[in-house]
């Protein structure tokens, strides 16, 4: 079974600063997505970014990048230019078709924002 | 964007009695609903998995007769936790999942 570790359980930042939050799994499919969902104090989920795994590029958007080392099986999310709206717990996630599409987290990690 | 709903947000109810949740894809086909539990401060746990028209797939540990998940058609699925009890107060999230998949925004059940 695929498992998600997430070793921060709580991370603090400055405002404008950049945070990198780690993630570590273990699978042994090829063909997989990864993911960094954000749960703000609504407990909305939300999806912050996607890295298909055959991809050797890390994806972007905008703030936030990934690190995707596929052999080291690693997928840390970097925030930069840290806003107070960040604040919030961060989720990673595994998802492959072979495992039915089931969305499997690791344990989150609470970001903190400082002015 | 696609929008997935969940009804109610909130509910309280004595021991015993049965509390139904709804969630709804508003505008794709879910072929497949996903339901997770969420404990204060924990992650989100996988439940179940249906899929439209079938009975539903139940995650090792959880009791398919106390959590009871309907999926009758491809923008509704529902949880009824049958005679609740205290340690059933959680968060309920779903995910629909069809072309697109969305998750919900949760239900907070407190069981008295």
């Known amino acids: 079974a695929q498992t998600v570790t997430q070793s921060q359980p709580e991370m603090s930042v400055q405002e404008a600063e950049t945070v990198t939050l780690s993630c570590t799994y273990d699978?042994?499919?090829?063909?997989?997505?990864l993911f960094w969902y954000k749960q703000p104090p609504s407990r909305q989920m939300i999806l912050v970014i996607r890295?298909?795994?055959?991809?050797?590029q890390n994806a972007t958007e905008n703030r936030f990048s990934v690190n995707f080392q596929k052999a080291a099986k690693s997928f840390s999310l970097k925030i930069s230019d840290s806003q107070l709206g960040d604040a919030a717990m961060y989720f990673c996630a595994y998802n492959s078709q072979a495992a039915g599409n089931k969305l499997t987290f690791g344990g989150g990690t609470r970001v903190l924002v400082k002015p | 964007g696609a929008v997935v709903s969940q009804h109610p947000s909130w509910v309280i109810c004595k021991s015993g009695t049965s509390v139904k949740i709804e969630c709804r894809s508003l505008?794709?086909?879910?072929?497949?609903m996903f339901w997770y539990r969420q404990f204060p401060k924990k992650s989100l746990m996988l439940m179940a998995t249906s899929n439209e028209g079938s009975k539903a797939t139940y995650e090792q540990g959880v009791e398919k007769d106390k959590f009871l998940i309907n999926h009758a058609s491809l923008t509704l699925s529902t949880l009824t936790v049958t005679s609740a009890h205290p340690e059933d107060s959680s968060f309920y999230i779903c995910r629909a999942s069809g072309n697109e998949q969305f998750f919900g925004p949760g239900t907070r059940l407190t069981v008295l």
């Open positions: 505008d794709f086909q879910a072929t497949t």
């Open positions: 699978t042994s499919e090829s063909d997989y997505y």
């Open positions: 890295q298909e795994a055959y991809k050797q």
